[in-house]
């Protein structure tokens, strides 16, 4: 059974820019219908169960492929959860074959699936090896991560410098006062500042994974909207805000985009952070506001995201401050955080080109642009690293350059 997979899969949704779909009734019915199957799991019943799912399924195929994308973890979860079922009845045939429909769905927890205990009496089954050795190349997380350490450092194709907007700038000083935010950070090191900041944003606005931003898309804009219509960001959102609320300080960052894989092209779950530059240690540091999270090494320095995604592949040590958690709701901890949620999420990394007030809010002849660092490994590798799209509807252009060296990607802030 995946009970924490269904959980974290609804709260950590990360939408792109043009990848988001809502249809609340039918959200309203999943979850329903998750509930109730639920319960038909726990009193092992295969006949509530898969009328439950039929019932499911029809509606599911009604939708549209982008609503069905969307939600397709209902789908995955309520086949796995069948396969669960079946292999506690001891029925095996039946098992093998919605484990088969989940992975084919899209599920891809190939350490769950090895580590679950429902699924114990279909281990040896042939037709349960021959679905679970294939997986280990899409869903083995940190075995693909180890695959992806390679970059290459003489890459010479050329990219934009990364830029940072002055505190100066006028609205970066009303969200400073606005928000009395020199008195948020305190009055310690730059450290307990960041790490003070980004506590106030995680207690601010709540973490919702399950809808997109705002259409205005700025720190002082989306805090306002939150708090006038009691709802929350998904994790872009929140990066944005502190983002801009570090910005507004003087303190360089940019929200980091953290991608998988997905060679398969079913998972459409990302997960955005704050990479923040701490003058005194010379380095970037990892700051989540979605999971109030940052990471450190054995001897409780602050560590990046290049350097958690180092140690992840060299299975060096990493601690999660102890006080991450999910909307005060859940806590984190390593083992899911970092070994596989984020060994997923950090194959490869996009960060927008200039770190700036409103970044991401569409205009008319607006020209937003990012850089990859892809591994290379990536399937996608191309010769050209510059791609460029408008959309039709807002008629902003979106601009992509990818880059396999690492240190461009990381460069410290010019002063």
Same mark, same amino acid.
Request: with cysteine.
């Given at each position: 059974?995946?009970?924490?997979?269904?959980?974290?899969?609804?709260?950590?949704?990360?939408?792109?820019?043009?990848?988001?779909?809502?249809?609340?009734? #039918?959200?309203? #019915?999943?979850?329903?219908?998750?509930?109730?199957?639920?319960?038909?799991?726990?009193?092992?019943?295969?006949?509530?169960?898969?009328?439950?799912?039929? *019932? #499911?399924?029809?509606?599911?195929? &009604?939708?549209?492929?982008?609503?069905?994308?969307?939600?397709?973890?209902?789908?995955?979860?309520?086949?796995?959860?069948?396969?669960?079922?079946?292999?506690?009845?001891?029925?095996?045939?039946?098992?093998?074959?919605?484990?088969?429909?989940? @992975?084919?769905? +899209?599920?891809?927890?190939?350490?769950?699936?090895?580590?679950?205990?429902?699924?114990?009496?279909? /281990?040896?089954?042939?037709?349960?090896?021959?679905?679970?050795?294939?997986?280990?190349?899409?869903?083995?997380?940190?075995?693909?991560?180890?695959?992806?350490?390679?970059?290459?450092?003489?890459?010479?194709?050329?990219?934009?410098?990364?830029?940072?907007?002055?505190?100066?700038?006028?609205?970066?000083?009303?969200?400073?006062?606005?928000?009395?935010?020199?008195?948020?950070?305190?009055?310690?090191?730059?450290?307990?500042?960041?790490? %003070?900041?980004?506590?106030?944003?995680?207690?601010?606005?709540?973490?919702?994974?399950?809808?997109?931003?705002?259409?205005?898309? %700025?720190?002082?804009?989306?805090?306002?909207?939150?708090?006038?219509?009691? /709802? +929350?960001?998904?994790?872009?959102?929140?990066?944005?805000?502190?983002?801009?609320?570090?910005?507004?300080? +003087?303190?360089?960052?940019?929200?980091?985009?953290?991608?998988?894989?997905?060679?398969?092209?079913?998972?459409?779950?990302?997960?955005?952070?704050?990479?923040?530059? @701490?003058?005194?240690?010379?380095?970037?540091?990892?700051?989540?506001?979605?999971?109030?999270?940052?990471?450190?090494?054995?001897?409780?320095?602050?560590?990046?995201?290049?350097?958690?995604?180092?140690?992840?592949?060299?299975?060096?040590?990493?601690?999660?401050?102890?006080?991450?958690?999910?909307?005060?709701?859940?806590?984190?901890?390593?083992?899911?955080?970092?070994?596989?949620?984020?060994?997923?999420?950090?194959?490869?990394?996009?960060?927008?080109?200039?770190?700036?007030?409103?970044?991401?809010?569409?205009?008319?002849?607006?020209?937003?642009?990012?850089?990859?660092?892809?591994?290379?490994?990536?399937?996608?590798?191309?010769?050209?690293? &510059?791609?460029?799209?408008? %959309?039709?509807?807002?008629?902003? *252009?979106?601009?992509?350059?990818?880059?396999?060296?690492?240190?461009?990607?990381?460069?410290?802030?010019?002063?």
């Amino acid at each position: 059974m995946t009970i924490k997979s269904t959980i974290t899969l609804l709260l950590l949704w990360c939408f792109t820019l043009s990848a988001f779909a809502e249809n609340k009734e #039918f959200e309203a #019915f999943a979850q329903e219908q998750s509930q109730l199957m639920q319960k038909a799991y726990e009193k092992k019943d295969i006949k509530a169960y898969d009328e439950l799912l039929s *019932t #499911f399924v029809s509606r599911y195929e &009604k939708l549209t492929p982008q609503d069905k994308k969307f939600y397709s973890g209902y789908l995955t979860n309520a086949y796995y959860n069948l396969s669960c079922t079946y292999s506690l009845l001891n029925q095996k045939k039946e098992a093998v074959t919605y484990l088969d429909k989940s @992975i084919k769905a +899209g599920y891809l927890n190939y350490s769950h699936i090895l580590e679950d205990t429902d699924l114990e009496n279909i /281990r040896k089954e042939a037709g349960y090896k021959a679905l679970v050795q294939p997986l280990r190349k899409v869903g083995d997380y940190p075995y693909i991560l180890k695959n992806a350490a390679a970059y290459n450092t003489k890459d010479k194709r050329a990219v934009p410098v990364f830029t940072y907007q002055a505190a100066t700038d006028p609205n970066l000083v009303t969200l400073r006062k606005t928000f009395n935010l020199d008195s948020i950070a305190g009055k310690g090191n730059e450290v307990s500042k960041v790490i %003070n900041m980004m506590n106030w944003i995680h207690n601010l606005v709540p973490h919702d994974g399950n809808h997109g931003n705002p259409v205005v898309k %700025n720190a002082m804009s989306m805090i306002n909207e939150c708090k006038r219509d009691n /709802r +929350g960001l998904n994790c872009r959102g929140l990066a944005t805000v502190l983002n801009e609320c570090y910005l507004s300080m +003087g303190i360089k960052s940019r929200f980091l985009t953290c991608l998988p894989k997905d060679s398969l092209g079913v998972d459409n779950d990302c997960h955005v952070i704050n990479m923040v530059y @701490i003058n005194d240690l010379k380095k970037w540091v990892w700051m989540d506001p979605t999971n109030n999270a940052y990471v450190l090494d054995e001897k409780g320095q602050l560590l990046g995201p290049e350097e958690v995604r180092e140690r992840l592949i060299a299975n060096k040590t990493l601690i999660l401050n102890p006080d991450a958690n999910w909307n005060r709701k859940y806590s984190e901890n390593k083992a899911h955080y970092l070994d596989y949620y984020m060994s997923k999420n950090l194959y490869y990394l996009e960060c927008p080109v200039s770190s700036e007030y409103d970044t991401e809010t569409t205009a008319s002849g607006k020209n937003i642009q990012y850089v990859q660092l892809l591994p290379l490994e990536y399937f996608k590798n191309k010769g050209d690293n &510059k791609t460029v799209s408008t %959309n039709n509807k807002s008629q902003v *252009t979106y601009t992509t350059y990818a880059t396999n060296n690492p240190t461009l990607f990381w460069a410290a802030p010019a002063n």
